[in-house]
Nanobody
Framework: QLALVESGGGLVQPGGSLRLSCAAS????????IGWFRQAPGKEREGVSCISSSGGSTNYADSVKGRFTISRDNAKNTVFLQMNNLKPEDTAVYYC?????????????????????WGQGTQVTVSS
């Protein structure tokens, strides 16, 4: 069974950092682009970042550019989202998802359409 499991969420003060992990089980991430999405209370889910299967291409939402960094370690079958300088508006449930349709040099964070394997989410709360 294909599954993604997120971890690393928690409570952090504004300006703090967290690193989220997205681990795959039942399949190899080598040929999948991975996206991170988030959903805040009362809001629609939005794309945060993505990384191509090759790791050579990354994209970020404007709201997180310069603060978040996505990376992957295929040997560990895991993708990471390093989040620095966190703000209260980053509070949300964060999901990772796998896309097998994009080519090795591209990924799309602005749409959920190509993502067909999703994790259960991890809560990130930024508050003093």
């Amino acid at each position: 069974q294909l599954a993604l499991v997120e971890s690393g969420g928690g409570l952090v003060q504004p300006g703090g950092s967290l690193r989220l992990s997205c681990a795959a089980s039942g399949f190899s991430l080598d040929y999948y682009a991975i996206g991170w999405f988030r959903q805040a209370p009362g809001k629609e889910r939005e794309g945060v970042s993505c990384i191509s299967s090759s790791g050579g291409s990354t994209n970020y939402a404007d709201s997180v550019k310069g603060r978040f960094t996505i990376s992957r370690d295929n040997a560990k079958n895991t993708v990471f989202l390093q989040m620095n300088n966190l703000k209260p508006e980053d509070t949300a449930v964060y999901y990772c998802a796998a896309d097998r349709w994009s080519n090795s040099q591209s990924c799309r964070h602005y749409t959920e359409a190509p993502y067909d394997v999703w994790g259960q989410g991890t809560q990130v709360t930024v508050s003093s």
